[in-house]
């Protein structure tokens, strides 16, 4: 497998380059998503940048305000992605991730903090409705796949880097290396290439062939067929201004959104942003016998360490396989998390002897979300939808995500308070439970290595078996 994946990356390097520079945002998004793991203690400390210690119902306006700002993203890009660019929109990310920054670092009182928290979450909308749609544009078919994943392993860094950084300095500190590390981003975007598609569709033929030459490593008559290909795709797609009515045109295009808005709504059903969001407090309360501090440094390690070996995998077994099997298993272990929680919590069983096993269940929670249910629902935005849809699909998923994710984070810790932690990881796994079940149907269709025109084959129940003709 690996050998495969370096012979590929020997003549694939420009792609994969391309979609780490522009994945690189979601590295900084994913330091703020994290920050409120380590910074929640600091809060309640004497060196709080707040005048008094919030509450907890403030707490999860924190935490969850993030998520809620996030719906603000594809309101952005969707409007603008005909007519600025991918390339563009992704750089422009980074202007309300930088002033997020700003105000965490001056923020004194609790509405300032809130308004950094919204500013991020809009730069991770603009970065979650884009970047998977930039990456899909430039990637060839073969790698589609492996290149999207790149986007989640940057965010799996950023987690790691607060989980890291945050227990072992300032709130401040912490801050500033967020603000210093996103400052790159605009460099390294400048870097990228606009996608051959965006280029053609304004018409710009030739810098869409130099441009198809540079990220192929291939002559100009090699890459010329793929250009022929884009310039009848937007002739054929684009006789017409595209219309949100487009997205239930067919029978294929209802199928497609139905599927990527379920399952990037289980993406945040599943309690990804919960746990990462609240990881240290989660750790105690669930019974762990290690550190908070240490135990989410664990976690990010992990989450990283699976993100790496995602893309080598993510295009060999499958995006049906990885959903139903990781699904399957995040129910099984939340489950695990619910029932110790109760005997620990509420029984008062002595459990000391298996103090292990929450943060071994949340060790493979994060394995699992991170080779499935995590970079999946993307995967298959980039890949379902045809061109002239494709950012409103993508915009639409992004933003029911993003919903789902903030009315989450923002009741899971009064669900926690009211009915015993127990109860909240047992939601969790019922939702995962539910993605189990779509996953393992005939409604999940399998897109590995396949074409746009298959992938809509499969979608609208079109037969390429050629019938006999009676005589």
């Not at 460099?187 to 051959?196: A, S």
């Not at 080779?371 to 993307?378: A, K, M, R, S």
Request: charged share 15%; aromatic share 14%.
């Amino acid at each position: 497998m690996f050998e495969t994946f370096r012979a590929e990356f020997k003549y694939n390097w420009r792609q994969y380059l391309a979609a780490s520079l522009a994945s690189y945002g979601s590295l900084c998004t994913g330091m703020s998503m994290g920050w409120t793991s380590p910074v929640f203690p600091q809060l309640r400390l004497p060196v709080s940048p707040l005048p008094r210690v919030p509450t907890l119902q403030e707490e999860s306006w924190i935490g969850s305000l993030l998520v809620l700002g996030g719906l603000f993203g594809p309101l952005i890009t969707v409007p603008l992605s005909r007519h600025v660019g991918r390339k563009w929109i992704v750089m422009g990310s980074n202007l309300p991730l930088l002033l997020g920054w700003l105000l965490a670092g001056v923020a004194s009182n609790l509405p300032t903090l809130y308004a950094a928290r919204i500013m991020w979450g809009c730069a991770t909308g603009m970065q979650f409705a884009t970047v998977p749609l930039y990456i899909g544009e430039i990637a060839e078919d073969k790698i589609r796949g492996s290149l999207s994943a790149l986007f989640l392993l940057f965010i799996n860094i950023g987690f790691l880097l607060a989980y890291a950084i945050g227990p072992f300095t300032t709130y401040w500190g912490l801050t500033a290396t967020g603000g210093i590390l996103s400052l790159f981003y605009v460099p390294f975007t400048w870097l990228i290439p606009e996608t051959p598609f965006f280029l053609v569709y304004k018409g710009h033929i030739d810098e869409a062939s130099k441009v198809l030459q540079y990220l192929r490593g291939r002559s100009k008559e090699a890459v010329q067929p793929e250009l022929e290909g884009l310039q009848a795709m937007v002739a054929r797609e684009f006789k017409e201004e595209p219309r949100i009515q487009d997205l239930w045109a067919t029978r294929g295009n209802v199928k497609a959104l139905g599927i990527c808005v379920f399952l990037a709504m289980l993406l945040q059903l599943s309690g990804i942003d919960v746990l990462l969001f609240y990881m240290e407090e989660l750790l105690e309360k669930v019974g762990t016998k290690i550190s908070a501090s240490d135990g989410t440094i664990i976690m990010g390690v992990v989450q990283v360490v699976t993100s790496f070996v995602t893309p080598l995998v993510v295009d060999r077994l499958g995006r049906k396989l990885l959903m139903w099997t990781t699904s399957l298993g995040l129910t099984i272990f939340l489950g695990i998390i619910g029932i110790y929680a109760l005997l620990d919590s509420y029984y008062k069983y002595d459990v000391a002897h298996v103090a292990f096993i929450p943060l071994l269940c949340l060790v493979v929670y994060m394995i699992l979300f991170t080779l499935g249910v995590g970079p999946v629902p993307w995967i298959l935005v980039a890949e379902m939808f045809p061109v002239k849809t494709k950012c409103v699909a993508s915009g639409i998923a992004s933003f029911m995500c993003w919903l789902a994710g903030f009315v989450w984070t923002r009741f899971f810790r009064d669900v926690a308070a009211s009915y015993g932690i127990y109860t909240a990881f047992w939601i969790l796994a019922i939702c995962c439970g539910f993605g189990f079940v779509f996953s393992i149907s005939p409604m999940l269709p399998e897109t590995k290595g396949k074409t746009f025109d298959e992938i809509q084959d499969m979608l609208n129940n079109r037969s390429k078996e050629i019938k006999p003709v009676d005589v």
